[in-house]
């Protein structure tokens, strides 16, 4: 890549990850570009302002970041309060959007609508890795225009999932978009008037959720004709409260607590099992149709509906690039079996970087919640630890890009046991389906055979089971009893 050292790296969407790559990359004399689709840095994060953070400041911030901002007088914020989404953007993510070194490079309403290699369509393997990256940017104006560059970094978050129990739209759900919200209105606010009085329903178990359903009691309270319907497709509701008083976080772990409340008084009234198949107008109100245990299933009209039913990847402009990704959760292919909730109850957060986010395709990155691709897990702390080790790689620092360097607190949640003491899983709770911010930080899992430093930082511990040699450290939480054992006893 010598003959491309002269472009810059580009760097997709300007949240708080995007940021915190462009200033690891300054930090290292490269020079990034950013494009952000919204109209500022952060914009993603103005849709849920109103939100209180799980977790605190001291979490929130990216080092390097900061490093950027101190000498220009900002102050971190106190490191054990909660900021809203509104704080995180106002306190943080717009300063450091401003500082001379960020504002020059970044380009905001500029959506990059396709990434390639300059002049090489997808099947071409003759000098590839020598091409640089083509990126056709759409800017305010309408315009498109093509940018080149050495590397490319993806922290374009996700978009909302569909209701549909099948992953795809229910029946009638476009056209039922006017009364739909995908994530948490400000129901007490600026969206009072939507939800004052009316009858809502929520779909999803995740923060965003309980969040969404809790703000409804409060607005109860207040107007007394509010209610809220609570639709789950696991049949369990007690499964979604989380880890109470066992969370290190106290304001997640209150949020559960709370809800359970809520749903034993009968104030949130629970439609369990619930699939949503459809979405039908009914004069005013909205009809929702599904199924429950494979019997059909009408519900009582509703007049609004929140979808919180997590994110998915946006892939269609990387269709010209070689990726690697997890089959089932659209994710970086490496962290699929780290990640998959259909194993880890929980989500375990294992230490990875840039060998970990590696694409068949030199030089392009996915990072932030999208490199999770489906998974509801991400840790914004995460977020910033991959893109400190991928600026180290794209700088030619091999041994800082294997370093690890996360530290997070227990959760007191977590699903994954262990076999004989062995495979101790420290794990955090799933995340708020709403954006990459939201952060829930976690604890990376403990190996059987507790590797040392060196050892950990070079990527030799807590590594998937089938890349484990017979008595090395073995992984935490195998996705089976066998594998677990397999993995132990080679430990």
């Not at 009085?197 to 004709?225: C, I, K």
């Not at 009582?300 to 269709?319: H, K, M, N, Q, S």
Request: hydrophobic content about 45%; aromatic content about 4%; charged content about 25%.
């Amino acid at each position: 890549m010598d003959t491309q050292q002269h472009l810059p790296v580009a760097i997709i969407g300007a949240g708080p990850v995007g940021l915190a790559a462009a200033a690891h990359l300054l930090e290292r004399g490269l020079e990034p570009i950013l494009f952000e689709a919204g109209d500022r840095a952060g914009a993603g994060i103005a849709r849920w302002r109103h939100v209180r953070m799980f977790s605190p400041w001291r979490y929130d911030v990216d080092r390097a970041a900061a490093r950027l901002l101190e000498p220009h007088g900002w102050q971190a914020p106190a490191a054990d309060d909660l900021p809203t989404g509104g704080e995180l953007l106002d306190r943080y993510l717009a300063p450091l959007a401003a500082l001379p070194a960020i504002a020059g490079r970044l380009h905001t309403g500029s959506l990059v609508v396709a990434v390639g290699r300059h002049r090489l369509d997808k099947m071409k393997d003759a000098g590839r890795s020598e091409a640089p990256f083509s990126l056709q940017v759409r800017g305010p104006d309408g315009a498109t225009r093509r940018v080149l560059a050495r590397a490319v970094i993806d922290t374009s978050g996700v978009r909302a999932s569909p209701l549909g129990a099948d992953g795809l739209e229910a029946i009638g759900e476009a056209e039922a978009q006017d009364r739909i919200f995908a994530g948490i209105p400000d129901v007490r606010g600026g969206e009072r008037t939507r939800y004052a009085g009316r009858r809502t329903a929520v779909v999803g178990a995740g923060h965003s959720a309980l969040n969404a359903l809790l703000d409804l009691v409060a607005l109860a309270d207040e107007v007394p004709a509010t209610t809220a319907v609570w639709l789950l497709r696991r049949g369990d509701p007690a499964t979604a409260y989380g880890g109470g008083a066992a969370d290190a976080l106290p304001a997640r772990g209150a949020l559960g607590a709370r809800l359970r409340a809520a749903v034993e008084t009968g104030v949130v009234e629970v439609e369990a099992g619930f699939r949503l198949e459809a979405i039908e107008r009914e004069g005013g109100a909205l009809r929702l149709r599904g199924s429950r245990n494979g019997a059909a299933v009408e519900l009582a009209p509703v007049d609004e509906v929140i979808g919180a039913t997590g994110g998915r990847p946006d892939l269609r402009p990387l269709a010209e690039l070689r990726l690697a990704l997890d089959p089932a959760l659209e994710s970086a292919a490496a962290l699929g079996p780290l990640i998959d909730p259909n194993v880890h109850s929980c989500g375990t957060v294992r230490p990875h970087g840039e060998a970990e986010l590696r694409h068949p395709e030199r030089g392009f990155y996915i990072a932030g919640v999208k490199s999770y691709g489906r998974a509801p897990t991400f840790l914004l702390a995460t977020g910033y630890e991959q893109v400190r080790s991928i600026a180290a790689a794209i700088a030619g620092d091999e041994l800082a890009a294997r370093a690890v360097e996360l530290d997070l607190p227990e959760t007191g949640v977590c699903g994954i046991g262990s076999v004989g003491g062995c495979c101790a899983a420290k794990a955090d709770a799933t995340i708020d389906d709403e954006a990459e911010a939201e952060v829930i930080a976690g604890q990376p899992a403990t190996c059987c055979n507790p590797a040392g430093p060196a050892e950990l930082a070079a990527g030799r511990c807590c590594r998937p089971l089938d890349t484990v040699p017979a008595g090395a450290p073995c992984c935490d939480a195998p996705p089976t009893a066998e594998a677990r054992s397999s993995c132990c006893a080679a430990a």
